[in-house]
């Protein structure tokens, strides 16, 4: 059982800036897919990215540009970074894990359904 606690939401003005964090509680051998979502009230869970170990991040096609997702593989802690807020990046933010190879994990950014363990969320509400 993997479990993950995001933290990091709150309420933010249009065109400001967070950074949500998903610390990984327990400790996972192997390779993992970790991956960041969303939900916004009334819509379907959407993806925003996936890493894993040190490769680099791959995004969801609607998510470029303002999302950045990073770790800390000391620490064990995933991070997205997200720029220039808009009212419609309202949403709960998600972060995900399964246990997978690279191969598989580099197309899952709009999977969320392939993906095993999931924390609580964190809520980002943006005002105009």
């Known amino acids: 059982q993997v479990q993950l606690v995001e933290s990091g939401g709150g309420s933010v003005q249009a065109g400001g800036s967070l950074q949500l964090s998903c610390a990984v509680t327990?400790?996972?051998?192997?390779?993992?897919?970790m991956g960041w979502f969303r939900q916004a009230p009334g819509k379907e869970r959407e993806g925003i990215g996936v890493?894993?170990?040190?490769?680099?991040?791959m995004y969801a096609e609607s998510a470029k540009g303002r999302f950045t997702i990073s770790q800390d593989n000391t620490k064990n802690i995933l991070y997205l970074q997200i720029t220039s807020l808009k009212p419609e990046d309202t949403a709960m933010y998600y972060c995900?894990?399964?246990?997978?190879?690279?191969?598989?994990?580099?197309?899952?950014?709009?999977?969320?359904?392939?993906?095993?363990?999931w924390g609580q969320g964190t809520q980002v509400t943006v005002s105009s």
């Open positions: 327990t400790y996972i051998v192997g390779i993992y897919c």
């Open positions: 995900a894990a399964t246990r997978a190879s690279w191969l598989w994990c580099r197309s899952r950014s709009d999977k969320p359904h392939d993906f095993t363990y």
């Open positions: 890493i894993a170990n040190d490769y680099s991040p």
